[in-house]
């Protein structure tokens, strides 16, 4: 089935849709957004990216257009319509269209509300090629807990380790690591695993709360802590995670190995854990 949208309560295939340019998501990066995976046809940890949702709304102003239970009628009827299966949910709220352009926020904002269903073929998990990260200075701003359409940081950063050769980067602050340009960073160390504690530094990610619960939920230690480069490189193994990728190996971090490669023990096992819980909720 073809890829849908929905904008502002019209449903039309995505290259059709249309923003106008006075659209503050437009001309400041003025919103925020979620991606979900979709498995079974389900909307995986909904509750949880429409709390997050809420949230990072709330931080920078602009009030919720709707519900949760609206959005989640929107997210089904989304899934519906594309027919997809496995798939990315994406939804999008920017402070709207303004008169004129203008930093001060308008009195009675209209938000732009947008939702896409596209495909999600890294989410099959036919073939999982550990990354070849590299260590790359966090320089994005200082409310990185905020999930903002503002990406161009991320995308120079990403692009910088494409270029370098890399996949992605590892992003390092004041000789602590924060995370990875879409995704949270995890170590383990002697059985042991640690991924940086919540802060405005790193993006609360819904798939990191996951992972700690599923660790603990079975028994296997697990620290939220600072962790510095040198602890970094002396790991046993790293891994990532996101929506996007659930949860991923480090292969190669600046030219060392982890994980003899190939994804090390406890990422195995987590991956396992996670995969299980995956097929009890959809
Ligand atoms: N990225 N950190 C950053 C900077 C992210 O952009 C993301 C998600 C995460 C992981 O969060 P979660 O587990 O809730 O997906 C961490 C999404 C997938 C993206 O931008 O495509």
């Known amino acids: ?46 509750p949880r990216h429409l709390t997050r949702l809420n949230h990072c709304l709330k931080e920078i102003g602009i009030a919720n257009p709707m519900t949760d239970a609206a959005w989640e009628a929107i997210v089904n009827e989304a899934i519906a319509r594309s027919g997809e299966i496995t798939a990315f949910i994406y939804l999008q709220v920017t402070r709207g269209v303004v008169a004129k352009r203008d930093h001060q926020y308008p009195k009675n904002p209209a938000p732009t509300v947008l939702v896409m269903v596209y495909e999600a073929p890294i989410l099959e998990r036919r073939e999982i090629v550990p990354l070849k990260m590299i260590t790359l200075d966090d320089f994005r701003w200082a409310r990185g807990h905020i999930k903002t359409v503002s990406l161009i940081a991320a995308g120079m950063l990403k692009n910088e380790a494409l270029a370098r050769g890399a996949d992605d980067a590892i992003l390092v602050k004041d000789g602590r690591i924060t995370e990875a340009t879409s ?96 097929s009890e909720r959809n």
């Not at 904008?7 to 295939?13: A, H, I, K, M, S």
């Not at 249309?18 to 998501?25: A, F």
């Not at 510095?228 to 002396?234: G, V």
């Open 1 to 46: 089935m073809p890829p849908i949208s929905y904008l502002n309560g019209t449903w039309q295939p995505p290259e059709e849709a249309r923003v106008p340019i006075l659209d503050r998501g437009f001309l400041f990066g003025d919103g925020i957004y979620e991606v979900i995976p979709v498995y079974n046809s389900q909307a995986f940890t909904l």
């Open 183 to 278: 995704s949270n960073v995890f170590i383990a160390k002697k059985g042991v695993l640690a991924t940086p504690p919540k802060s405005n530094r790193l993006l609360h990610g819904i798939t990191r709360d996951l992972v700690l619960e599923l660790a603990r939920g079975h028994g296997l230690p697990a620290e939220e802590r600072e962790i510095t480069t040198e602890q970094l490189a002396d790991a046993d193994e790293i891994f990532i995670s996101s929506s996007g990728y659930e949860t991923w190996p480090v292969g190669v971090l600046n030219g060392q190995v982890f994980g003899s490669g190939e994804g090390g023990r406890l990422w195995r096992q987590l991956d396992r854990l996670f995969q299980r819980f995956k």
